[in-house]
């Protein structure tokens, strides 16, 4: 259970989403310290209006990142940034009252406290006019520029075809990695 952040008010949240002591002994994602209101700045609003923070380290890679690839005629956008522990369990909450099974939200939502995005360093991108968060990103030549050039600005993406967390595939998480 070391992989379990030891906030108390945690076990509370797990409790209250149906997320018992077994599934977190066997969860596989790494847990993820939270990025403090400090450590965050705005860079962006999402197509539905929310704010979209993310530290300032990242926030500074990702305009060059977006700058170089508007330069060779790519557009990409962040859908998502930065979540609270808070944001995250809502996700699941709003997932379990609509009544998809815990387990399967588990390979695509992360338990709160588990998620990238607490970090502000994780982004969510899309390349319009293609709908965000959808696997057919990687077929799109924003998708294909990033796996080119995304690493020469700290970028990679983090749960490819086969990764280890249990997560399924997501061509549009990429997570900045802070030299």
């Known amino acids: 259970m070391s992989n379990i952040p030891i906030d108390p008010a945690h076990h509370d949240l797990y409790r209250s989403l149906g997320i018992g002591v077994e599934i977190l002994k066997n969860y596989s994602a790494p847990a993820q310290r939270q990025a403090s209101p400090a450590e965050l700045k ?33 557009v990409i956008e962040v859908t998502s940034a930065f979540r609270s522990i808070e944001y995250q369990a809502q996700l699941i909450k709003r997932k379990l009252e609509a009544g998809t099974p815990l387990d399967t939200i588990l390979t695509v939502s992360a338990i ?11 982004l969510d991108l899309f390349s319009p006019p293609q709908a965000p968060l959808i696997t057919e990103f990687e077929e799109t030549a924003a998708f294909e520029w990033l796996n080119q050039h995304a690493a020469n600005f700290g970028f ?3 749960y490819p075809r086969g990764n280890t967390t249990g ?3 997501e061509p549009w998480h990429w997570k900045f990695n802070p030299q």
């Open 112 to 122: 709160p406290g588990f998620s990238e995005h607490h970090t502000g360093e994780a």
């Open 167 to 169: 997560f399924s595939y």
């Open 42 to 74: 705005m860079f962006s609003t999402a197509p539905d209006g929310r704010s979209l923070k993310a530290t300032h380290a990242t926030v500074k890679s990702w305009l060059d990142l977006q700058r170089s690839a508007s330069n060779a005629g790519i």
């Open 156 to 158: 990679s993406l983090s």
